[in-house]
């Protein structure tokens, strides 16, 4: 069973390490780690699925990338022109490569953006949620080199969101669903049936001074005459 302070520390250590040449494989290792100790604490295995879908497509999309390197530097140089190589026979898959490599590194951003929205939701953490987001952004623009500038804000938001990680979980379980609380309906009074209602009294009226009386009343109540 995980827990959120471990993958607080993974994560956020493997976010710096990211940043440091040489290590950085090390760095998305531990942040891989950390993805899993999440995925176990929420109970969400499809937490740590995308994160490693992307680990594996980033890794292809590596490979493809270091094979255009390689063939960069010890391709034949034109005599003239621009491009890195000498003839269209060897610039086509020149072209084909930097594609692919383009086409793993959106597709692993998408599986590290999915990863992390539900991170961001399930413990309340919006710094998760614009990491991927900028993963994404980034490694669609990395055809142009703004994207690796998105991609390295998106790695500094990535350390912050792991550091900002609670040691418990927020008080809203993510496991079942809130139950809704309903107040009682305010309760309407029922107007009085007629049978409910008191019967009119019966009344008369005093032959001498007018007074309305009771029409049991023997003497008046204002002049004082007996009623016939």
């Known amino acids: 069973m995980g827990t959120l302070s471990s993958a607080k520390t993974l994560g956020g250590v493997g976010g710096i390490l990211v940043f440091v040449p040489g290590i950085s494989l090390v760095g ?23 994160a490693l879908l992307a680990g594996i497509t980033a890794v292809i999309g590596a490979v493809i990338g270091a094979v255009l390197f390689v ?28 594609g692919a490599f383009w086409v793993f590194t959106i597709i692993s951003a998408v599986f590290l953006k999915r990863s992390y929205e539900k991170i961001s939701q399930r413990l309340n953490v919006s710094a998760f949620a614009t990491a991927g987001l900028l993963y994404l952004i980034g490694a669609a623009l990395t055809i142009v080199l703004v994207g690796f500038l998105i991609l390295l804000i998106a790695l500094v938001f990535q350390v912050v969101a792991y550091f900002s990680i609670q040691d418990r979980p927020p008080t809203r379980s993510w496991s079942q669903p809130s139950q809704q609380t309903f107040a009682p309906s305010p309760v309407t009074p029922q107007p009085a049936t007629p049978s409910q209602q008191q019967p009119p009294i019966e009344s008369k009226f005093c032959f001498k001074c007018g007074a309305k009386l009771p029409i049991v009343a023997v003497f008046c109540t204002s002049c004082g005459a007996k009623q016939s």
Do not use: M, N, Y
């Not at 998305?28 to 995308?50: G, N, R």
């Not at 063939?71 to 490569?97: E, K, T």
């Open 28 to 50: 998305w290792i531990l942040i891989l780690l950390a993805t899993k100790e999440i995925s176990e604490t929420v109970q969400d295995k499809t937490i740590f699925d995308d």
């Open 71 to 98: 063939g960069f530097l010890f391709s034949p140089r034109p005599s003239v022109g621009f491009f890195p190589f000498g003839s269209l026979a060897l610039f086509l898959p020149f072209l084909v490569i930097l």
